[in-house]
């Protein structure tokens, strides 16, 4: 994206991006990595990054004020042994970062909630192979811009982890999910390619997508 564009600007797309995806059925928060102070943090949080270097250190600052946004309360959101938010009693939330901003939502305990930001930036060739499957792929060459919607999917994927993983706990690779998108709806469907328990083989978690502003915004609440 241009340095040129005005910040303003940018969190003002951001939010579109966000209510193009959620609607009203979520708040969400961001803010802008640059002027994010660790300073501000409270204390377990500076004690989690203590030992990180200073751009780490105002990226986690900007992931914490845009989820304290999300929540609409000043509260800690310490860093688990996993590096995992951890979220107060009865929230459940996601936090993502790109180009400078960190974007976060939260939800009920009782949902599933994922989001993703991504520069709206073509995904290199030779990673296809990595993140797509070979039925992704395919389909991705069947439109006029294959590396833009491979970035997309990318993203879904992304969303789709953060989600599962608040309810499975569990790592694994871009193989997991199969991913389907409607362009002209913008909705996605992330089907498990096996079991992640509590997850079986064949669940499927969906939502919707959003590109503008130079950036790709996914989201999903189960």
């Not at 609607?23 to 989690?48: H, K, Q, S, Y």
């Not at 491979?150 to 690779?173: D, H, N, P, T």
Request: negative net charge; hydrophobic residues 45%.
């Amino acid at each position: 994206m241009s340095a040129d564009i005005p910040q303003e600007h940018r969190r003002q797309s951001l939010n579109a991006l966000a209510a193009d995806v959620f609607g009203d059925a979520l708040r969400v928060g961001c803010a802008e990595v640059a002027t994010a102070d660790p300073n501000l943090l409270f204390p377990d949080e500076r004690t989690a990054i203590a030992k990180a270097v200073p751009a780490r250190q105002r990226e986690f600052a900007a992931g914490r004020l845009a989820a304290r946004a999300a929540m609409g309360v000043d509260v800690s959101i310490a860093m688990a042994s996993d590096r995992a938010p951890i979220w107060p009693a009865r929230i459940a939330g996601t936090i993502t970062h790109a180009g400078g901003w960190a974007m976060a939502v939260t939800s009920s305990l009782d949902r599933l909630v994922g989001i993703d930001l991504e520069l709206d930036e073509p995904l290199p060739s030779d990673v296809l192979e990595t993140v797509l499957t070979l039925s992704e792929r395919q389909w991705i060459h069947s439109q006029a811009t294959p590396e833009a919607w491979a970035r997309v999917i990318f993203s879904v994927k992304e969303c789709a982890y953060k989600a599962q993983y608040a309810r499975s706990g569990q790592l694994f690779g871009f193989e997991m999910f199969e991913v389907s998108l409607n362009p002209t709806t913008r909705q996605f469907t992330a089907t498990f390619q096996a079991e992640a328990a509590p997850f079986a083989t064949g669940d499927q978690l969906s939502g919707r997508f959003a590109i503008g502003g130079g950036f790709i915004l996914t989201g999903l609440l189960a």
